[in-house]
Structure formats: C-alpha cells, structure tokens
C-alpha cells in the first residue's frame, strides 16, 4: 500500500519489491491492529458485510497473507465453506495458503491477475477484493471479471481507502522531507469513482463507511510503517540524512505522545457490497 501514486498499479513493483513476501503488509496490519479505536475488528466487520452461509462458494482475490481467514475461522471448528484464494504474488498466495489450512473444509490458492481470472463464470456466491482494486492498472476490466465469475444474486465485497486515510501520517513524512505529502491509494481509485464503476457492472451497490481512527503510541511502529511503504523510496536524500529524518519523526512523535498521549491519525475505510 505504497503512498506514490506512480507505484501504486506497477505490477512488476508489486511481485517484486512490495508484495514479494508479506513483510511490509504485516507491518501495517500490526500499526492497525494495535492502535485502531474502533472496537470491531476490520477484517470480521468486512467479511460480515458478505453475509456469507454455510457451504458458499467464495473468492478472495487480492488475498495477501490470509488475514482476512485467521480473524474469521479457527482451526479447531473449519467452517463448511469453499474459499479460492488469488493473488498476484507468488510469496503471497503461499503464505495465505498457510494461514487458511484446515480453516475450511474446501480451499484452494492460485496465483493470478484480477483483470483475467483463470476462474469459471457465474461459479462464486461471494466475492472479497480488501483493500486491493488500486493496485489494478484498468479497475473497469478488473470490476467486469468480479462479476463474470459471480453467480446471478452474488455478492462483491470491495474495501477502499478515502483521499483521507491517515493524511496527519503523509502529512509529518512530507514536512520532514521538504516536499508535498506523499499520496494514499485513493490518488489512484477513490471511492466514488469505484462508485460509479460499479454501478456499471452490479444492479444493486450499497457503500458502508468503517469509522476508525489511530491513537498511536509507538514511534517506533509508526516509523516502521513508513519504511514498509515506498514513501521514501525516490527521495534523492543520503543514508545520514534519512537517520536524522528518522530521529526527527520519532521525535516528533513521541513529543505529541506526551503532550496528548498518543499521536492522532484519522482512518478513511469504505466497504462496497455490490450485488449482481
């Protein structure tokens, strides 16, 4: 989920760098799953707006490193549910295969591009795209294979982030760079342009905002946030000026900690539930 625009849809930079293993993801889903202050956690409440039953037959494309299974099924009781697993990263869909064995009782994963799936029409009863359809270079070719491989009356789960999310974050990194504050996803594929993609392609498309927010209180996490995106990546700035930045974040940081007891990040997260 890299903050320049220009890496966002670069699928070479995907496989290769970003999304190679899922490091960089799980750095960020930990910031998250530490400090976020809504109660209800994001992967349970999303997957909730599927409205999925036993014996469906589902598709997470996109699946990164399986999150979404390890907060909504256990080992212990695998649910009776058929999941295909996809991603564009071969390191992904391995470590997304790890996390979702024996959580149900069918899976499968493959690796694979969105915009052609090598997947059979009308064939899922749910479809989950989290946080992903930015990284698409044509969102319009990608939205029409989501709903060729639906079955009339499925649904599609789409995430997204708002030209919002985490701004007070980009902000502080920009300042201390000297330049503009580097991008979120939304600088690419926003919601209300997804909106209106959709509604291209579904009868019914409903949109279900997720409020939340950061209340950070590790400037060490936060920092390691930043560096697992690639928002210092073409910054023209030597190995002992990135160290002062560093000091200077943390420092900024830490003194807002003090002063307010956490350091303050506005989420912007929507869920489209879109149905064919």
């Given amino acids: 989920m890299s903050p320049q625009p220009e890496f966002w849809n670069d699928p070479i930079y995907l496989k290769t760098a970003q999304y190679r293993t899922d490091e960089n993801l799980a750095a960020r889903q930990l910031l998250h799953q530490r400090f976020s202050v809504n109660p209800q956690n994001w992967m349970v409440w999303v997957f909730g ?32 549910l058929d999941v295909t697993l996809l991603d564009l990263s071969r390191g992904m869909v391995a470590t997304a295969a790890e996390t979702l064995a024996n959580r149900v009782s069918s899976w499968r994963a493959i690796e694979g591009d969105v915009m052609a799936l090598p997947l059979p029409e009308n064939h899922f009863d749910r479809v989950f795209a989290n ?5 698409v270079p044509d969102p319009a070719k990608a939205v029409a294979e989501l709903w060729r491989v639906l079955r009339p009356q499925g649904k599609l789960v789409a995430a997204l982030n708002g030209t919002g999310h985490m701004r007070e974050l980009w902000r502080l990194v920009g300042e201390l760079l000297g330049v503009e504050p580097p991008k979120n996803s939304a600088a690419v594929f926003d919601p209300d342009t997804a909106a209106s ?40 700035t030597s190995s002992d000026r990135l160290n002062t930045i560093e000091q200077q974040f943390k420092d900024r940081v830490t003194q807002a900690i003090r002063t307010s007891g956490y350091f303050y990040i506005k989420k912007e997260v929507v869920a489209f539930v879109c149905q064919k």
Avoid: I
């Fill in 49 to 80: 707006m599927g409205r999925v039953e036993a014996n469906h037959t589902l598709l997470d494309v996109g699946c990164g490193n399986g999150t979404l299974w390890e907060e909504n099924f256990s080992v212990e009781h695998p649910a009776q």
């Fill in 131 to 135: 946080h992903m359809l930015y990284h």
């Fill in 197 to 236: 993609l959709f509604r291209v392609r579904f009868r019914r498309v409903t949109r279900h905002p997720f409020d939340d927010s950061l209340r950070v209180t590790d400037a060490d996490l936060l920092w390691a946030y930043v560096l697992s995106t690639n928002a210092l990546a073409r910054t023209r």
